[in-house]
């Protein structure tokens, strides 16, 4: 058989593209193996936190619970020096078992394992009891603080411990990043079928480029800024997960040096 120059070409033309295609599917392949192999480890990397964490929490509250009976004067009266000595223990247990539930709470979120056991309850109240301790540690650095509730805003049906945790965070931040002026959290109603929530402060703001990269896992908007207030980088995930499992919104607004609103709308009960 005489193969032409015409066939010689065709052939070489063919062979090409085959190499090309073969390229392609191999590195295709590769991307898919890496894929599962990346999948797989996330998943091992949320079960190991979640597992150690729960470790933790045990004999986490062994430690808080013998301080509080210490603080109460089980182990005899205590000076003025012992008394600063336990709350300041105290302070850093309670940061511990905070860190301990949001590693929890954020392997269950990688893991699509978080559940929410909705119920009615009266807002109000729930804000209240929620931005107790803020209002605390607000007042500590010399801010003021203050809770505005709109006298139309009355039940709603949520998980309370999900909302006050994700409510926490917020408040949280706002008291952090803020050395000088007011926390103000405000609630009333957003439209005829959602609630608002609203903290603002006048802390130091956040860049307009940070502001949706501010809600990914364990960011932070500047490192220099981490090794100052201190913080994990999950708060803000977690909160909005669990705003958006309420088929909630959250967004911020923010002005560098002037202070920053953080704004959660909830879903109100079908009438």
């Known amino acids: 058989m005489v193969i032409t120059s015409e066939g010689r070409a065709a052939t070489k033309r063919y062979m090409k593209l085959l190499s090309l295609f073969a390229t392609n599917a191999t590195f295709a392949i590769r991307e ?3 894929d599962e192999h990346m999948k797989e480890m996330e998943k091992l990397k ?11 929490r045990t004999p986490l509250t ?19 020096r012992g008394r600063r000595l336990i709350e300041a223990n105290q302070r850093n247990a309670m940061r511990l078992s905070n ?7 954020f392997s269950k979120i990688e893991a699509g394992s978080i559940e929410f056991k909705k119920r009615k309850i009266a807002l109000p109240s729930l804000l209240k009891e929620a931005s107790r301790e803020i209002k605390k540690a607000a007042e500590e650095k010399g801010l003021k603080f203050e809770l505005l509730i709109a006298d139309d805003v009355a039940e709603i049906i949520i998980d309370p411990e999900r909302i006050k945790h ?6 949280g931040n706002a008291v952090k990043f803020t050395d000088k002026g007011a926390v103000c959290i405000e609630c009333k109603l ?9 903290v603002s402060d006048t802390g130091i703001g956040i ?9 990914e896992k364990f960011y932070q908007v500047d490192g220099s800024l ?4 201190g913080g994990s980088g999950l708060g803000l995930a977690i909160a909005k997960s669990i705003v958006e499992g309420h088929k909630g919104e959250i967004w911020i607004e923010s002005t560098i040096g002037e202070g920053t609103r953080v704004t959660i709308t909830l879903p109100l009960p079908i009438r």
Do not use: C, W
């Not at 957003?190 to 609203?198: Q, S």
């Not at 981490?226 to 207030?229: D, E, G, M, T, V």
């Open 46 to 56: 949320s079960e190991f936190i979640a597992r150690v964490s729960h470790e933790l």
């Open 190 to 198: 957003f439209d005829k079928k959602n609630i608002l929530i609203a």
């Open 62 to 80: 062994s430690l808080q619970g013998t301080l509080d009976l210490l603080s109460e004067g089980v182990g005899g009266q205590l000076d003025d």
């Open 207 to 215: 860049p307009k480029d940070e502001r949706e990269k501010i809600f």
């Open 166 to 171: 994700a409510l926490f965070h917020v408040m």
């Open 32 to 34: 898919a193996l890496l």
């Open 226 to 229: 981490s090794r100052k207030y």
């Open 99 to 105: 860190l301990m539930r949001d590693l929890i709470d």
